[in-house]
């Protein structure tokens, strides 16, 4: 069965640190596009970071210089550290991956369930 598996979401004070797990079974993230999307209570659907195939990586304005994705071939996992947190952080947060993902696209609760990021001031 093909499926990806958020983890690391938790409660953290303002400041703080977390990062986030994205782990696929059932078949390899190394050839795909992989990226991390966010939608809080009431907020549309928000692109937070993507890990192109080639190496490539885009980051929505506000998490730049904060968060970093990355990715463990051996592990088949695509992370995402969030460091500096800020109660504006606060969602819940989706992986998804496809060959070809762009900007534009937003899967929010595609894949999996997310894992919920609580930033407290």
Do not use: H
């Amino acid at each position: 069965e093909v499926q990806l598996a958020e983890s690391g979401g938790g409660s953290v004070q303002a400041g703080g640190s977390l990062r986030l797990s994205c782990t696929a079974s059932g078949f390899t993230l190394y050839d795909s596009d992989t990226a991390w999307y966010r939608q809080a209570p009431g907020n549309e659907c928000e692109l937070v970071a993507l890990l192109s195939r080639d190496g490539n990586t885009f980051y929505e304005d506000s998490v730049k210089r904060r968060f970093t994705i990355s990715q463990d071939n051996a592990k088949n996992t695509v992370f995402l550290q969030m460091n500096s947190l800020k109660p504006e952080d606060t969602a819940v947060y989706y992986c998804a991956t496809d060959r070809g993902l762009d900007i534009t696209t937003r899967l929010c609760g595609a894949w999996g369930q997310g894992t919920l990021v609580t930033v407290s001031s």
